[in-house]
């Protein structure tokens, strides 16, 4: 997914005039900014969220059902903010984050369910928020690849996202989890994809090249460029 696509994503999660728009465009990005697979996000729990502590929890993960730490970056804050905003209004009773209302009560005595995220994906699809080939997974895959450009350690990226290689198998550690220097890491990490989203909206906006490279520069810390203005003869 490109900058650009990213930034439309990001614009419909504020789309108040369709919620459902919203709340699938929110799914999809937090999945960029957590890079956890889609099912563990759509299971997640309203208890599990820790804003001010800035983490979160999964639980019941894929490998053998360990619990998960994530650290949050700035911006998955506000995503999750937002989201539970909406969510405790549109779905009074879920324990979820992102809820499906089934037609049936559960073991749990609620028709709530996790969210039934192929829908919401389909909605963007339809909607042109994110090319037809787009599917869930792929938001992982860009979190993992981009960590891996940034220069995140392999063993950081794998503690977040709980992925294993083929070759050997990590044991959660949930004291490296929550240590500073991966903070720091992830948070370094997401500040880089905001600042490309950042442009990518200067992009849609109308920016010429030369103002973006100067923009750019500025968010990494340049003096911005002088320009000199040329005016033509008038007699």
């Not at 198998?169 to 950042?198: C, F, M, N, S, W």
């Amino acid at each position: 997914m490109t900058s650009v696509e990213q930034a439309t994503l990001d614009t419909a999660t504020r789309d108040y005039a369709r919620p459902k728009l919203a709340e699938a465009a929110r799914f999809a990005l937090l999945l960029r900014y957590l890079g956890c697979r889609p099912g563990e996000l759509a299971a997640l729990r309203r208890d599990d969220i820790e804003l001010q502590k800035k983490e979160l929890l999964f639980r019941d993960t894929k490998y053998r059902k360990e619990v998960r730490r994530v650290p949050l970056g700035t911006r998955a804050v506000g995503l999750l903010d937002a989201q539970l905003s909406v969510a405790l209004d549109a779905a009074t009773g879920s324990p979820y984050l992102f809820s499906t209302k089934g037609r049936t009560l559960g073991d749990d005595g609620t028709p709530w369910r996790p969210f039934a995220y192929s829908g919401a994906i389909k909605r963007l699809r339809v909607e042109h928020v994110v090319p037809v080939e787009f599917h869930a997974h792929a938001m992982r895959r860009e979190y993992i690849s981009r960590a891996i450009e940034a220069g995140l350690p392999y063993a950081t990226i794998r503690k977040v996202t709980g992925h294993h290689s083929t070759q050997a198998i990590e044991i959660y550690d949930e004291g490296l989890a929550t240590a500073p220097e991966l903070r720091e890491a992830v948070e370094k990490h997401l500040q880089t994809v905001q600042q490309e989203q950042l442009l990518a909206q200067l992009q849609l906006m109308g920016a010429t090249p030369e103002m973006l490279e100067n923009f750019a520069g500025q968010l990494r810390g340049q003096p911005p460029k002088q320009y000199r203005r040329v005016y033509s003869d008038r007699k």
